[in-house]
Structure formats: C-alpha cells, structure tokens
Nanobody, 123 residues
Framework: QVQLVDSGGGLVQAGGSLRLSCVAS????????MAWFRQGPGKEREIVAR????????YYADSVKGRFTISRDNAKNTVYLQMHSLKPEDTAVYYC????????????????WGQGTQVTVSS
C-alpha cells in the first residue's frame, strides 16, 4: 500500500515557476512508477509527466515538454514536478499518482493518488 500527499501549488504569474512535491508513505515506494496528472476547469484529467522506479525513464505531455521536469528521490520517498515558464492554460488541480506497473498514461490505470494541489497561473 502507498499513501501520497502532494503539495506546492499556489498562485503564480505567467512565466513564473513552481515546484510541486509528493511525499509517499510505504516501504516499497522505490518500486512504484510515479506520475503527475492535472485537471483544469471543465476538462478531463490528463497526464503531465511520469517517471520510472529508478528515475531513469521519463515521459512528458507535449504541452509541457521543455518546461516541466519530473524527478524523484527515493531516499526521501518524494517525487517532484518542477514547472517553469508557466502559462494560464497550466491552471489546474495537480495530482500525483503511483502504480507498480510502469509506462501508464491513463488515470484509471493508477492505483494510488494524492489529494491534489491547486496551481493557478495569472496572465
């Protein structure tokens, strides 16, 4: 079992940066692939980025590629999403997610979720 608590959201101006954090509890955190999803107002939940057990493989949605970086520190049981050059369209609730199966992109495929943290980007 894995429990996730995500944090770090807030209000930022367009072009600014934020770093989201997700702290996991559980003794086998390092064996779980981790991902960040987001859900904007009136939109479906979509994947933003994911990272493998070791951190050696990552995936980014085209909309954030080059601006966002996902990383993990297994010693701290934490995954991060560093966001730069934020745009108003990045405004959403961001959720971290975990699953023992790597390479998953759909929210229904993930077993464990954080509570969500709000990111609002003003123009």
């Amino acid at each position: 079992q894995v429990q996730l608590v995500d944090s770090g959201g807030g209000l930022v101006q367009a072009g600014g940066s934020l770093r989201l954090s997700c702290v996991a509890s559980g003794r086998t955190f390092s064996r779980y692939a981790m991902a960040w999803f987001r859900q904007g107002p009136g939109k479906e939940r979509e994947i933003v980025a994911r990272i493998s057990w070791s951190g050696g493989r990552t995936y980014y949605a085209d909309s954030v590629k080059g601006r966002f970086t996902i990383s993990r520190d297994n010693a701290k049981n934490t995954v991060y999403l560093q966001m730069h050059s934020l745009k108003p369209e990045d405004t959403a609730v961001y959720y971290c997610a975990a699953d023992p199966v790597p390479g998953l992109n759909m929210p229904g495929e993930y077993d464990y979720w954080g509570q969500g943290t709000q990111v609002t980007v003003s123009s």
